[in-house]
């Protein structure tokens, strides 16, 4: 693989990292205030991905590249679709994680995608350790997504 196919596919991921940021944050302040726990986990995985996009931009540097800078057009419209959707709802933490998965979904798909490609030994170690986190992320949602629908019945 090129050099500028490496640097294309890890700035593809600094978008969907700080696509990731900004909806847990987003996420974070759509979850409704008695969920202290759940705004607490939120953020702290837009804290994860602040750090994924630092450390992938460090590889594009060292490439001899340009980190790339904000998030996807299709983030922006998830985002702001999960404001609709929680402003209907009230603020539910059930749409909010609902929202939030599904932005994961989207994270795992282009870990996935990248996976795929043929990246240097040292980079794919570090593409991979973050798709682990991606994972866990969305576990750990789909979890209260699953506890939130249980507490609403």
Request: charged letters at 25%.
């Amino acid at each position: 693989m090129q050099n500028d196919d490496v640097i294309e596919t890890l700035n593809d991921l600094i978008h969907i990292c700080n696509d990731g940021a900004e909806g847990f944050t987003a996420c974070a302040e759509n979850a409704k205030i008695s969920s202290a726990n759940l705004k607490n986990i939120f953020y702290e995985r837009a804290r994860e991905c602040g750090q994924a996009t630092s450390a992938l931009s460090a590889l594009v540097a060292e490439l001899g590249g340009t980190p790339t800078s904000g998030g996807t057009i299709a983030g922006s419209l998830h985002r702001g679709w999960l404001n609709v959707k929680t402003a209907i709802a009230g603020k539910n933490d059930r749409a909010v994680l609902e929202e939030c998965e599904r932005g994961e979904d989207v994270a795992k798909a282009a870990y996935q995608r990248a996976l795929t490609r043929t990246l240097p030994d040292s980079i794919r170690s570090v593409v991979e350790h973050q798709y682990q986190g991606v994972l866990k992320n969305h576990a750990l949602i789909k979890k209260l997504r699953d506890e939130a629908i249980v507490a609403q019945s």
